[in-house]
């Protein structure tokens, strides 16, 4: 009965990170949807950033976002400070004076980015609108290739590729850009499928006509596109829309930010669990089970398994084999915490102590959730 627990709990523990992505990949090839692009498609675009105190930023990423490879007569862009106290608003508003496609909005008092959102698109005119943070620097043709799957009428929204960059080349940064590779290549087939279940809020696209409106505390990168979804559009990924983002640095910084996403995940998929439903839709449902729900609770099942495998060490070889598995993983984790030299440089080490993160930073917020925390504000991320 132990024994039996114990490979369920395994295999339900390890399924989202091993099993969904090889199903996903094979029944990718298998249904492969094809998107029709088209690089001569250029709509109009709003770019829309909502921002905090991100004066150090702010100029930079607006700058980047005017200097696109795409007709300046059709892009536009809105900066959302939601109260920013540090200077923001005269840099926005010095930048706006310089070109007329620039424009400053202020959410007084101060309520969050998805609220911020909601005001901005009472006065977005784009028929596409580019969601970018206020410290996120695109390719060059970065807009261009999101829009250019717009001229796929089944399209409703678009998610770029995130490149992050670690340039301290710090413990938290290293597995952080592990994990975006991997999230990367399951978005690759899960588009062949049909649509994607999680994007990149800095550089993501929608059609003006299916944005709906958030409550504050939901989470626009999760809430969004699966509204999308709901109303029969395609959520998509394309690699070919790049944007660059300097890494956390801090392992307190990480575990705070990776905390904040779980909780408002979890919130996000309590508020759309009709998707869960196969009979209405289908192959996303399975997806959205296996990639957001399990994958957010797989450290339960792992916790349990480990508890479970050290009751089994008299009945064989594989469960022994299983505790120092355990072991060298719990030593991995603690050397990455501790240590500075080569032992912290070696990619398992990075790798384990970033898995360890996320599934630490899981387990807090379904405490969280379960309590009914909800969260709407927090600081600027850092790099």
């Known amino acids: ?6 490979w369920v709990l395994l295999i339900v523990g390890i399924y989202p990170y091993l099993i969904y992505p090889l199903l996903a ?33 702010i100029e930079g990423t607006v700058r980047n976002k005017l200097t696109q490879d795409y007709p300046a007569d059709k892009l536009d862009m809105m900066v959302v400070s939601d109260a920013s106290d540090d200077g ?23 309520q969050g980015k ?59 940064g290293d597995g952080c850009t592990a994990y975006m590779r991997l999230e990367n290549r399951l978005r690759v087939a899960e588009t062949r499928i049909g649509s994607v279940v999680g994007v990149d809020g800095g550089i993501d696209a929608v059609r003006r006509a299916l944005y709906r409106p958030m409550r504050a505390d939901q989470l626009p990168d999760f809430v969004l596109p699966l509204s999308v979804v709901q109303q029969g559009a395609r959520v998509i990924y394309e690699a070919g829309a790049v944007l660059t983002e300097e890494t956390l640095t801090s392992e307190v910084a990480e575990h705070r930010m990776r905390v904040r996403v779980a909780l408002r995940a979890f919130w996000a998929l309590w508020d759309m669990r009709a998707l869960l439903n196969p009979f209405r839709y289908g192959l996303f449902s399975w997806q959205l089970l296996s990639h957001k729900v399990l994958r957010y609770l797989s450290f339960a099942p792992l916790a349990l398994a480990a508890l479970f495998n050290w009751f089994l060490l008299p009945q064989g070889m594989v469960y022994q084999v299983g505790a120092v598995a355990q072991c060298i993983f719990a030593l991995l984790v603690l050397s990455a915490s501790r240590s500075t030299g080569p032992l912290a440089a070696w990619g398992p080490v990075r790798y384990c102590h970033y898995f360890f993160l996320l599934n630490w930073a899981s387990s807090v917020a379904l405490s969280r959730f379960l309590q009914g925390d909800r969260q709407v504000v927090w600081q600027p991320r850092v790099g």
């Open 1 to 6: 009965m132990v024994a039996t627990l114990f």
């Open 88 to 110: 923001t608003d005269e840099i926005v508003s010095k930048l706006a004076r310089e070109d007329v496609r620039v424009r400053l909005v202020r959410q007084e008092p101060r």
């Open 25 to 57: 990949r094979i029944i990718g090839r298998l249904r492969s949807r094809t998107v029709r692009q088209r690089d001569d498609f250029l709509p109009t675009v709003t770019v829309i950033t909502a921002a905090f105190n991100e004066a150090g930023h």
């Open 114 to 172: 998805t609220s911020g959102l909601n005001l901005a698109m009472r006065h977005a005119s784009g028929e596409i609108i580019v969601f970018a943070d206020a410290n996120s620097i695109y390719r060059p043709d970065a807009v261009r290739m999101l829009l250019r799957n717009f001229a796929d009428p089944a399209v409703g929204y678009v998610t770029g590729r995130m490149l992050y960059v670690n340039p301290d080349n710090s413990l938290v």
